[in-house]
């Protein structure tokens, strides 16, 4: 047991296969060395970050092993399948860490696998990400997922009353962040700052339609980023639900700057950002709207 230990980081490592196995009593091991290693509970655990671990398959972990683990990241491990062993939950409907606050998942193809049940589900509804509770995460960052149409369902998304910056990018078949609630209740998200979404060729919405804008509400947003999202041509923002919004910016480098005027002039006119944005291959503009007249 090693209850001081707060922080493991594990980058760059080209051979490491596992972190966590089981020892002779069926008890988690930390895997350092080839010789019988000493049993390790994770009990103090607050940040976990696998980086460029290109053979590991499986974290090991445990909800008894990391009950306090706050932040997760997971970057570039194409071979990486499971976060926790598959006894110990994977296979029930639960929630493993409840208190991770900071999660980000980045290229790692095998980790997501579709529940039984859904057809076309959402990311979170996928293992292992259901695993983790939506209610306290602050920062979510994701990117490189392929097959996916949507990241949270209306029930997710709801319960992501803490969330203050989400980040999605370069996954090629998502169309939605926010599944378009079908009881037209409104999703709030009280403490959301930022949002960025960044290289999404089949991103349509943000959420819902535009003329369901007033079901989307941020009082405290003050900076969207929407880069390289080509098919993105309405946004959920009327002025009552972003009062706060400082800056919004839409980048297209394949685009001049007379192209992605006339592509998103008339949705923000309509809209009434308080500041556009547009950042083409050949020139940047901002366009300060009055929102009064």
């Known amino acids: 047991m090693i209850p001081s230990l707060k922080c493991l980081k594990i980058r760059d490592c080209k051979k490491l296969e596992e972190i966590i196995t089981k020892g002779k009593e069926n008890e988690a091991e930390f895997c350092t060395t080839h010789h019988d290693p000493p049993q390790l509970q994770l009990v103090g655990l607050k940040e976990l970050i696998i980086d460029s671990c290109p053979k590991i398959k499986c974290l ?63 990311l979170f509804q996928a293992h292992p990400l259901c695993l983790i509770a939506p209610s306290n995460l602050k920062t979510v960052i994701l990117g490189g997922f392929h097959g996916y149409r949507k990241i949270f369902s209306a029930t997710i998304a709801r319960a992501l009353l803490q969330l203050e910056w989400l980040q999605v990018y370069d996954c090629s078949s998502v169309e939605e962040i926010f599944e378009d609630a079908v009881d037209k209740i409104a999703i709030i998200f009280p403490k959301l700052q930022w949002l960025e979404f960044e290289f999404l060729p089949s991103l349509i919405k943000i959420y819902g339609r535009n003329s369901s804008s007033d079901l989307f509400r941020c009082p405290l947003l003050k900076d969207v980023t929407i880069r ?55 020139v940047e503009n901002r366009f300060f709207l009055d929102l009064d007249e």
């Open 60 to 122: 090991g972990l445990s909800s008894q092993g990391a009950p306090k683990l706050e932040t997760l990241v997971m970057k570039d491990c194409p071979l990486l399948e499971e976060i926790v062993e598959k006894e110990e939950g994977i296979l029930k409907d639960v929630i493993l860490f409840p208190n991770v606050t900071s999660l980000t998942v980045r290229y790692c193809p095998r980790l997501l696998r579709t529940p039984f049940g859904f057809a076309t589900p959402s």
């Open 228 to 282: 390289e999202c080509p098919k993105l041509l309405h946004f959920p923002f009327q002025r009552q639900s972003v009062p706060l919004l400082q800056e919004f910016r839409i980048v297209s480098y394949g685009l001049t700057m007379e192209e992605l005027s006339n592509k998103y002039g008339k949705e923000m006119l309509e809209s009434g950002k308080p500041l556009l944005r547009l950042i083409s291959k050949d």
